[in-house]
């Protein structure tokens, strides 16, 4: 009997260590399996799969129960800030990327720790100029290796297993007015990364591959042409010098492409969704007008050398911020009984647009939002037909969509099964104007940037509602379903074959839909703003939706007086991962609830005007994190509130010095004591201008809070 039991048990750690040893060895993950649309385990790349449709085929959760889905485990996260990415899931573990470019590797069964990777992103910022962003949209997975870009610029390989670093290189050096924030693409043993800048001064985008062992630098590919007397570095760059006037150079020219990046193993070839240009007012880049190629583009790359194969640009000449970079999806279609490779494209500019993947020739655009700016997109010639004054060339124009886009980087997803895709749309008006800028002298900054563009006196009131969730069918090129929401931006989607849809929203909700027509199954109020699309896997036969919950990103950073009245305000809310299960039991600690920073108001502080004029020229540096008009979203303190602004030492050795530059807060240098004063006094003559509404304001975000989540619109 002692023997049977004894002989059970070597077998049965016999048959453990074969499992365990199972786990150990490192799947191939090459590009075969990085493609496999059917596999319903894992989570291999940013978008699911190299078709980037963040569709999941499992049908464990389902439109009949997914009613019943509860937390089944939860990581607390109290160091970060926004987080915003998609996680990875490899062979039973969940990896992600959050606050400060920090790295961490998970059992994806209950969140228990596996290894930890912190690349230091405040000590490299610190005493550097620096601007841009503390989030980071995700990693990317190859052959048993993590790859992450960081805010300052770094490519950097991880092995998967122990997160130990194996190469490390410099995308750009840590001087230049650039930041990454976007998700590696890794494919054919090469990783892509390219860049955001382009208003941080005048920059010149580029996309760059690596070798994915070693790090070397195998190609890149310029999005604009340089200076022609330098000589062109390809024929590409030479056709699209032909699309620009005057000295662009000087300007940069941008293209920045900070998200966007698609492998089409099968055709095998890349897409870059490319960037608006810098500036972003065509008359300073490129006076005499012109197309001004690669902007706003979608631009089909060789794989192995990055040479040029075709290109679609949505936007020509663009003038609005309207960039390209949004998702690229790869679909199979069906068009007048033919079947098409596609790629699908809801770029910011407010048209939905499928393209031939095989020739780069429009197949068709529809406005999927509003789109004031032009009428439409001409089938023959592939271009849109703008109305007249939408350059703002007879002064003001009130343009939707403005600056913030019909659709940004918030992931949008297809299903093959149901046919549709599903865009988290936004509505917002801006008015763009170009008064009172020297057009012929204007010259960006290094640092201190500038559009080019005057939005001083914004509308940037929603219309109607400021966001929306939209079922699109891509073959009819027509909205099936729409959900009006009374809160922006809503986060990316996620699709299954379960005929579901997920999305999390700003005001802390995770919903799931009736992906065939918008019907609301389940809701969860996960206590805290949601900026992250959730993803699925399965693991040992249990299905689960996981997600990072932690509002973040630039809305959340420039929103201003919306993104504060969340009241998700810096470091009150613990950030979570948490994963979703039919059979879940955890119980989530409470969280606080929303809340509001007071401003602080010195009566003794006597506000020179003049003074506070010139803080809030210098105010435009900081508002990426501490708020448009001072109005803190919750990336950074809301300075009305903060004491260290009131004395001139501390605030000076936070600003200038730098002692809080490990927390995010990049430090200004050059900063005179005079220009600290000026920021103090702007600081001061906004906290009393807010202290003698606050009440009144909250009062109406309470009352605003208590009406329905959808706007109850029709559309
Ligand atoms: C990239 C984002 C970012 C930018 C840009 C930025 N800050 Fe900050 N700042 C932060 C963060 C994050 C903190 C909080 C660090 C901590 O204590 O956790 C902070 C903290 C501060 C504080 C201390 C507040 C307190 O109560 O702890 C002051 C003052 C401040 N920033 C002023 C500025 C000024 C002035 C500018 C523009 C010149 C600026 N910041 C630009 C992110 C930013």
Not at 62 to 88: H, I, R
Not at 410 to 436: C, I, K, R, W
Request: proline residues 6%; glycine residues 12%.
């Amino acid at each position: 009997m002692k023997i049977a039991r004894q002989k059970a048990t070597t077998l049965l750690s016999l048959l453990l260590i074969f499992l365990m040893s199972c786990k150990e060895e490192p799947a191939h993950y090459d590009d075969a399996a990085i493609v496999d649309e059917q596999q319903t385990t894992d989570w291999l790349a940013y978008g699911r799969t190299h078709n980037e449709r963040r569709f999941f085929p499992a049908d464990q959760i389902n439109t009949q129960n997914v009613a019943g889905l509860k937390p089944d485990w939860f990581v607390e996260l109290p160091t970060d800030v926004g987080l915003v990415s998609t996680p990875l899931v490899v062979d039973g573990v969940l990896y992600f990327t959050g606050t400060m470019n920090v790295i961490r590797a998970v059992d994806a069964l209950n969140g228990n720790p596996i290894w930890e990777y912190d690349p230091k992103v405040g000590e490299v910022v610190k005493g550097k100029h620096q601007i841009g962003w503390v989030h980071n949209r995700g990693i990317t997975f190859y052959e048993g290796k993590i790859f992450t870009g960081t805010w300052d610029g770094r490519l950097i390989a991880l092995d998967a297993k122990t997160g130990q670093e194996i190469w490390n290189v410099r995308t750009f050096s840590e001087d230049s007015a650039l930041y990454i924030t976007g998700a590696p693409k890794a494919f054919k043993g090469k990783v892509l990364i390219g860049n955001g800048g382009t208003e941080n001064g005048p920059t010149r985008g580029w996309v760059a591959a690596y070798d994915a062992d070693t790090g070397a630098e195998a190609w890149r590919f310029y999005i604009v042409p340089g200076n022609p007397a330098d000589g062109f570095e390809n024929d590409a760059m030479k056709m699209a010098a032909a699309t620009w006037t005057g000295e662009w150079w000087k300007h940069g020219g941008g293209g920045n492409t900070w998200h966007g990046l698609t492998y089409d193993a099968e055709l095998d070839q890349l897409y870059i969704g490319t960037g608006n240009g810098s500036p972003w007012n065509r008359k300073i880049r490129s006076p005499e007008g012109g197309d001004n190629l690669f902007l706003c583009s979608v631009v089909a790359l060789d794989p192995d050398t990055g040479a040029y194969k075709w290109h679609y640009q949505t936007t020509p000449g663009e003038s609005w911020d309207f960039n390209s970079n949004m998702d690229i999806i790869l679909a199979d279609l069906t068009l007048e009984g033919k079947p098409v490779k596609a790629l699908l494209h809801a770029p910011k500019n407010g048209f939905f647009y499928v393209i031939n993947r095989e020739t780069g020739k429009l197949i068709s655009a529809e406005p999927f939002v509003e789109t004031t700016w032009a009428t439409h997109v001409d089938k023959a010639t592939g271009r849109p037909v703008e109305v007249e004054g939408a350059r703002y060339e007879e002064g003001r124009a009130v343009l939707t969509p403005g600056a913030w886009g019909g659709h940004s980087w918030h992931a949008m997803s297809y299903n093959p099964e149901t046919g549709l895709a599903y865009v988290p749309a936004l509505h917002q008006a801006f008015t763009y104007s170009d008064e009172g800028i020297e057009l012929a002298n204007w010259q960006a900054v290094p640092f201190y940037g500038g559009m080019g563009v005057n939005l001083s006196n914004p509308d940037r009131e929603p219309r109607n509602y400021p966001a929306s969730l939209i079922g699109w069918d891509p073959v009819k090129q027509e909205k099936v379903w729409s959900i009006p929401q009374n809160i922006t931006p809503n986060a990316g989607t996620l699709t299954t074959a379960g005929d579901l849809l997920f999305q999390g929203r700003a005001d802390g909700w995770l919903l799931a839909y009736d992906a065939r027509t918008g019907a609301e199954l389940w809701s969860y109020d996960t206590g805290l703003g949601i900026a992250a699309p959730p993803i699925s896997y399965t693991l040992n036969g249990k299905q689960y939706i996981a997600l990072l919950v932690g509002w973040g990103g630039g809305y959340a950073g420039m929103g201003g007086e919306m993104a504060y009245s969340y009241g998700w305000s810096y470091r009150t809310h613990s950030r979570r991962l948490i994963a979703f299960s039919l059979d879940g039991k955890a119980e989530l600690p409470p969280v606080p609830p929303p809340n509001y920073p007071k401003p602080i108001v010195d009566a003794d502080f006597e506000i020179d005007a003049e003074l506070a004029e010139q803080g809030a020229m210098l105010y435009g540096l900081c508002s990426s994190c501490h708020g448009l008009n001072l109005f803190s979203g919750g990336m950074a303190p809301d300075l009305r509130a903060s004491v260290i602004p009131l004395d001139f030492a501390t605030f000076a050795s936070v600003v200038r010095d730098g002692a809080k530059a490990d927390l995010g807060m990049p430090p200004r240098p050059e900063f005179t004591d005079e220009q600290l004063k000026a920021l103090q006094h702007f600081i001061r003559r906004g906290a009393a201008a807010f202290a003698g509404r606050y009440d009144a304001f909250i009062e109406e975000i309470k009352a605003g809070k208590s009406k329905e989540r959808t706007g109850g619109f029709s559309h």
